[in-house]
């Protein structure tokens, strides 16, 4: 589950984009210094060499957004909250606390249009029980416990496993859920539809020696029930029950920011205040708005920008513009990144 590339997390609505506010948080000691800052995170990239050879890069440990088919809008990044995205590279493995202070593991349920802390750190996480069960475990120093939540990342009390050892000496490797260990690759949202998970790495001993280690978490009795489903549900009005109607792009935003491409997404989730398991047999129910689509749906070619009245223009001065397209005409379908000057 889940120096490289990777940039400002997306927050604005429509198909454009736009940088992500930072949590609360970290935006108010954002603004004590003065700074306009935005959540940025770690991902795959790529970069290219002059004679048009393209070179993968990633963050050490850090594998990119991370989410499941079985719940829309919710996802998992690795980042922190700065002026602009900084190097990762070569960071102790030891989490120095500069390290915990600065870089952190963020969760988002609204399709990134804002996000939470989940903690300091890289984590690997994991989405359980069609998305009503997150479980999160530090990689990059020694823990025996993982973070869980059953409220889409509101709270996140802890769960201990390997009481018996010291935890400088754990070192987690991944969380799966259950069926997802037991398969190659997932291959089916039932993968992320139960309450047990798999937790495995390696433990030290005195000598020096490293043995290898699998655990199984089982969350069945964090809730007591399985969720009621109210009479609307699979009928498009999710009224009653344990559930409700969920527009990940509806947050404080006007009904035009909700659509992406002609569609607001609308899907029936369980409620985040309901103390109850998805059943493991229900999939996930996907409604959808039909609306126009406005400038926001739009990206502009290569080479050129949006300006502030939506319209395309030439990225950069007429020398950066020339050059821009003299390199598309002579690799025309070669993927290139471009920062013209403004």
């Keep these: 589950a889940g120096g490289g590339g990777g940039g400002a997390a997306g927050g604005g609505g429509g198909g454009g984009g736009g ?21 940025h995170l770690y ?13 993968a890069e990633r963050v050490r440990g850090v594998l990119g957004v991370y989410s499941v088919p079985a719940a829309p ?7 922190h909250v700065g002026e602009c995205l900084a190097p ?18 963020y969760y988002s349920d609204d399709a990134g249009r804002s996000w939470s802390r989940v903690g300091g750190g890289r984590h690997t996480v994991e989405i359980g029980n069609h998305g009503a069960l997150l479980v999160a475990a530090r990689t990059d120093v020694g823990t ?39 398969h190659a690759a997932a291959d089916a949202a039932a993968d992320f539809a139960d309450t ?43 009224v009653g029950g344990d559930y409700e109607l969920h527009r990940p ?6 009904a035009g920011a909700r659509c992406v491409l002609g569609r607001e997404p609308v899907f029936v989730r369980r409620r985040a205040d309901a103390r109850c398991h998805n059943p493991v047999t229900r999939e996930a129910e ?19 920008r949006k300006a502030d009245d939506g319209r395309c223009v030439r990225d950069g001065d007429t020398d950066a513009f020339a050059a821009c397209q003299a390199v598309l005409a002579a690799a025309p379908h070669t993927f290139r990144n471009f920062t013209c000057a403004a």
Excluded: K, M
Aim: proline content about 5%; glycine content about 12%.
């Design 88 to 105: 990762y590279d070569d960071v102790p493995a030891d989490g120095a606390a500069d390290v915990r202070r600065r870089f952190g593991t």
């Design 19 to 39: 940088p992500a506010p930072p949590p609360d948080e970290r935006a108010r000691a954002c603004a004590d210094t003065g700074r306009t800052c935005t959540l």
């Design 196 to 238: 047990s998970f798999v937790v495995y790495g390696t433990v030290s001993d005195d000598e020096g020696g490293v043995s290898g280690f699998v655990t199984a978490l089982d969350f069945d009795d964090v809730h007591e029930r399985p969720c009621e489903q109210g009479d609307g549900v699979g009928t498009g009005q999710a």
């Design 286 to 304: 996907a409604l959808e708005r039909r609306c126009a689509c406005t400038l926001a749906d739009y990206v502009c070619d290569t080479c050129y």
């Design 249 to 254: 792009l509806a947050g404080g935003a006007d």
């Design 144 to 182: 025996r416990s993982v973070r869980y939540s059953t409220d889409y990342g509101r709270t996140w009390p802890t769960c201990e496993f390997l009481a018996s050892q010291n935890a400088s000496r754990v070192r987690v490797h991944n969380v799966q859920t259950r069926a997802v260990f037991g």
């Design 73 to 79: 809008g919710q996802y998992f990044g690795f980042g």
């Design 43 to 55: 991902g795959p990239s790529a970069t290219f060499a002059a004679d048009g050879t393209r070179r």
